[in-house]
């Protein structure tokens, strides 16, 4: 066999990939659903929470989404792209899908923990310790001595308050995170089966090592074909979808939570539907696909996939 005819890439079929143009599409209609939402009204859970408090719950739980959606939103501009040349062809790879994955999935699942209490008390909680967090990881990135002190001082103050009142002060891993998002989202939403947690963590694990070039990734999450008797591997497409549907799935829980908390939901079900329209009308289609929305026979869909079993405030 010569060189030329060795293979190196493997087609992806529609369906294959379907799940991937989904999350393309989903995360930029969460980018203008959580843009397009204003700050929290009166009475709201966020407004009650923020009152008098220096941190913003309301700002950082938006932060944790808006990073979420730039990590798919990169994806989306890489797998469903709004134009391309018909001859294109796009050679897809693990490890960045893995990596914007475990990026979006990690950001996420910041939001949707803190959210994840009914306890205006437990949510603040939460709240504090992630900040905490953020303040060690900001001063250990500091270069100038006296800032450096000051962002200790800061930590050392808050952490004060907070043994004055009796709060319990621990620092959440990453993974105690994710499972607990996942948990969230399978536990609230009709079609939240995410796997076990078992699953969510191996498939954090194997995101995490792919971004950070790992060896067990690279060879437990490829397929094997044989060609002409000879053996060559290639990503495992399957494991792609995994992380980037988990990925997907915690954000889109974290926008609707967090419009909740805002206090916004009355007339969401309109907005999603509007915004919906607005970019089925710009993104390329398929040959046979109606020009609109609306001449989907089964759309709007009987009830939203994100209705949740227990939709309590």
């Known amino acids: 066999m010569e060189a ?20 393309a ?25 923020d009152e008098q408090l220096p941190q913003s719950c309301e700002k950082w739980c938006r932060s944790y989404l808006s990073s979420a959606l730039e990590h798919l939103g990169m994806w ?3 797998v469903a792209p709004l134009s391309f040349h018909p001859d294109t062809v796009v050679h897809h790879e693990a490890r960045p899908a893995q990596t914007l994955a475990r990026a979006a999935l990690e950001s996420a699942s910041q939001a949707v923990w803190v959210m994840a209490s009914r306890d205006p008390r437990e949510v603040l909680r939460r709240h504090l310790l992630l900040v905490l967090a953020d303040w060690a990881e900001q001063r250990k990135a500091e ?10 001082q800061q930590r050392l103050d808050l952490l004060e308050i907070l043994e004055s009142y009796g709060v319990k002060v621990d620092d959440p891993s990453y993974l105690t995170l994710v499972t607990a998002a ?49 053996p060559y591997s290639f990503p495992d497409a399957d494991a792609m979808s995994a992380i980037l549907v988990l990925a997907d799935k915690v954000t889109q829980y974290g926008v609707f939570r967090f419009i909740d908390y805002a206090g916004h939901e009355p007339g969401l079900a309109e907005r999603l539907r509007a ?3 607005r970019w089925y009308a710009r993104i390329p289609k398929v040959p046979g696909a109606p020009d609109r929305l609306d001449d989907l026979a089964d759309y709007p869909p009987a009830a939203t996939n994100f209705e949740t079993r227990d939709h309590r405030r």
Do not use: Y
Request: glycine content about 6%; aromatic content about 4%; cysteine-free.
């Open 25 to 49: 599409q989903s995360a930029r209609l969460m980018r203008d659903l959580l843009s397009e939402t204003p700050p929290a009204i009166g009475g709201s859970p966020f407004r009650v929470i």
């Open 182 to 230: 996942a948990n969230e989202v399978r536990n609230h939403v009709s079609d939240g089966d995410l796997g076990n947690p078992a699953q969510v963590e191996r498939l954090w694990r194997a995101s995490a090592g792919s971004a950070h070039g790992k060896m067990w990734p690279s060879l437990e999450l490829r397929v094997s074909v044989e060609v002409d008797g000879r």
């Open 143 to 152: 270069v100038h001595p006296e800032r450096k002190d000051a962002l200790k």
């Open 76 to 78: 989306a501009d890489f």
């Open 275 to 277: 915004t919906a329209m």
């Open 4 to 23: 030329d005819d060795v293979p190196n890439r493997i087609p992806i079929d529609r369906e294959q990939s379907r799940s991937w143009v989904e999350v």
